[in-house]
Protein backbone atom coordinates (compact mmCIF):
# COMPACT_ATOMS: atom_id res chain seq x y z
CA UNK A 1 0.00 0.00 0.00
CA UNK A 2 1.17 3.18 -0.59
CA UNK A 3 1.09 4.75 2.71
CA UNK A 4 3.37 1.85 4.16
CA UNK A 5 5.80 2.99 1.90
CA UNK A 6 9.33 3.63 3.98
CA UNK A 7 12.14 4.06 1.24
CA UNK A 8 13.94 6.17 3.54
CA UNK A 9 12.44 9.51 2.59
CA UNK A 10 10.84 9.90 5.42
CA UNK A 11 7.06 9.94 3.57
CA UNK A 12 4.76 10.36 6.65
CA UNK A 13 5.51 11.16 10.36
CA UNK A 14 7.77 9.70 13.25
CA UNK A 15 11.25 9.11 10.71
CA UNK A 16 13.82 8.23 13.06
CA UNK A 17 17.88 8.87 12.89
CA UNK A 18 19.96 6.46 10.12
CA UNK A 19 22.09 3.35 11.22
CA UNK A 20 24.92 5.67 11.00
CA UNK A 21 23.44 8.73 12.84
CA UNK A 22 22.94 6.32 15.57
CA UNK A 23 26.29 5.21 15.58
CA UNK A 24 27.71 8.52 15.57
CA UNK A 25 25.26 9.56 18.89
CA UNK A 26 26.65 5.76 20.41
CA UNK A 27 30.23 6.90 19.63
CA UNK A 28 29.78 10.50 21.11
CA UNK A 29 27.91 9.40 24.47
CA UNK A 30 30.96 6.56 24.57
CA UNK A 31 33.35 9.63 24.59
CA UNK A 32 31.69 11.76 26.64
CA UNK A 33 30.57 8.67 29.35
CA UNK A 34 26.63 9.04 28.78
CA UNK A 35 25.09 6.38 29.54
CA UNK A 36 22.96 5.27 26.90
CA UNK A 37 19.65 4.93 29.35
CA UNK A 38 20.30 8.64 30.55
CA UNK A 39 20.31 9.47 26.61
CA UNK A 40 17.32 7.54 25.84
CA UNK A 41 15.09 9.10 28.53
CA UNK A 42 15.79 12.64 28.16
CA UNK A 43 14.43 12.24 24.59
CA UNK A 44 11.90 9.72 26.08
CA UNK A 45 13.00 7.37 23.54
CA UNK A 46 13.82 3.45 24.43
CA UNK A 47 16.55 3.13 22.52
CA UNK A 48 19.32 5.34 20.18
CA UNK A 49 17.81 4.06 17.10
CA UNK A 50 14.12 5.43 17.93
CA UNK A 51 15.57 9.39 17.99
CA UNK A 52 13.61 11.47 15.80
CA UNK A 53 15.95 12.59 12.46
CA UNK A 54 14.63 15.83 13.22
CA UNK A 55 16.61 15.74 16.74
CA UNK A 56 19.89 14.41 15.14
CA UNK A 57 21.41 17.52 14.83
CA UNK A 58 20.04 19.21 18.45
CA UNK A 59 21.25 15.89 20.02
CA UNK A 60 25.25 15.87 19.08
CA UNK A 61 25.11 19.82 20.04
CA UNK A 62 23.84 18.66 23.85
CA UNK A 63 26.57 15.89 23.87
CA UNK A 64 29.08 18.12 22.01
CA UNK A 65 28.18 20.56 25.22
CA UNK A 66 28.07 18.01 27.79
CA UNK A 67 31.02 18.11 30.59
CA UNK A 68 31.23 14.97 32.99
Known amino acids: APDDDD ?3 AAGKGATVSDEQAKA ?8 DIPAE ?3 AKYKIAQIADLPALSFDR ?3 AIKRHSA
Do not use: H, L, Q, V
Open 59 to 61: AMD
Open 7 to 9: DGN
Open 38 to 40: RFC
Open 25 to 32: IETAIKFK
